[in-house]
Each structure stands twice: as C-alpha cells, then as structure tokens.
C-alpha cells in the first residue's frame, strides 16, 4: 500500500470534509503533473522534470505515500542535476506507481464518504 489512511486521517484530525475536499481536488487534476513529468522525460527538459517531479512530491506527501514521495524526489533531484538521460525506463514505473494511488485515493474516498 502507497498510502497510510490512519496517518492522512490523523493529519486532518479527524475533519473529514477538509479531507474530501483534499481528495476531490487531487481527483480533479490528477493527471496533469503526471502528463507534464512524463511529456518532460520523453522531451529531455531538465526544468519541467524537476518542475513537475517536485509539484508530485508535495501532492502525494498529502497521502503520506511516502515510497512515492521519495521516487517523485530522486527524479526532482536527478532533473535538478541535468541527469536524466536514463528517466524514460521511469515512466511506466511512474504511470503504475501514480495508478495504485489513484486507486488507493479512491478507496480512502468511498470509506469516508457521508
């Protein structure tokens, strides 16, 4: 598991709407850093990698899915560097990665839906 439910919920302290509303605007606009990262990696854009690997970062530290938050960090990191010649075997790891979050999101969702 990516995410740590007991962990997201104790940060919200217990607010479940803030925590909907959190979800919500992940769910929205979900796919746009992932497209922006993955378009910057097939592209070789150092700037935009580190750009949308580090806007990554901040979004699933949300979810305190903190394996991903470290994968999202070494490609910030790598980008920052100008070292990302070797990042395109990263992107079906990213989509896969991105894809059991997104499922994970949603079952956090429906378990704390009023």
């Known amino acids: 598991m990516l995410i ?6 104790e940060h919200f302290d217990g607010d479940e709407d803030i925590l909907l509303e959190v979800i919500e605007i992940f769910l929205e606009q979900k796919d746009i850093e992932v497209k922006k990262l993955i378009q910057g990696i097939k592209s070789k854009n150092s700037s ?18 903190e394996d991903l938050r470290k994968f999202f960090y070494e490609i ?17 790891k990213i989509e896969s990665m991105f894809k059991q979050l997104l499922e994970e999101v949603e079952n956090l969702k429906s378990s704390i839906r009023k």
Do not use: C, M, R, W
Request: glycine fraction near 8%; aromatic fraction near 4%.
């Open 4 to 9: 740590n439910p007991d962990e997201i919920k």
């Open 48 to 65: 935009e990698i580190t750009i949308s690997a580090h806007t990554l970062k901040g979004v699933v530290s949300n979810f305190y899915a």
């Open 76 to 92: 910030e990191q790598k980008g920052k560097a100008q070292n990302i010649d070797n990042l395109e075997g990263e992107i079906i």
